[in-house]
């Protein structure tokens, strides 16, 4: 079992940005695939990034591309959203998602793909 944090939501003015971070207390994540999904109140769960364990690989959403970009840091087992030029639309509850992969250079975006979840942090982003 994994257990994910997420932590660094908050409310900004649109064209603010954020930095969100996932960890996983006394769990390594370096052999974990991670990505973030958000959810918006009415809506379904969307993918937003994902990154490969080795870091070499990343893939975002086309609505958040140019902006949004995911990291990791393997020695900190920890993994970064970094958010910038924030829209209102942007506003959703973010959640970390976790897989573990032998391959380094795999990263998935359904949501099915990953076996373990944080409990999600709001982000709320004001016009």
């Known amino acids: 079992q994994v257990q994910l944090v997420e932590s660094g939501g908050g409310l900004v003015q649109a064209g603010g940005s954020l930095r969100l971070s996932c960890a996983a207390p006394g769990r390594t994540l370096s052999n974990y695939a991670m990505g973030w999904f958000r959810q918006a109140p009415g809506k379904e769960r969307d993918f937003v990034a994902a990154?490969?364990?080795?870091?070499?690989?990343?893939y975002y959403a086309d609505s958040v591309k140019g902006r949004f970009t995911i990291s990791r840091d393997n020695a900190k087992n920890t993994v970064y959203l970094q958010m910038s030029s924030l829209k209102p639309e942007d506003t959703a509850v973010y959640y970390c998602?976790?897989?573990?992969?032998?391959?380094?250079?795999?990263?998935?975006?359904?949501?099915?793909?990953?076996?373990?979840w944080g409990q999600g942090t709001q982000v709320t982003v004001s016009s």
């Open positions: 990154i490969s364990t080795s870091v070499t690989r990343t």
């Open positions: 998602a976790a897989r573990y992969s032998q391959d380094d250079s795999m990263w998935w975006r359904g949501g099915t793909e990953y076996s373990y």
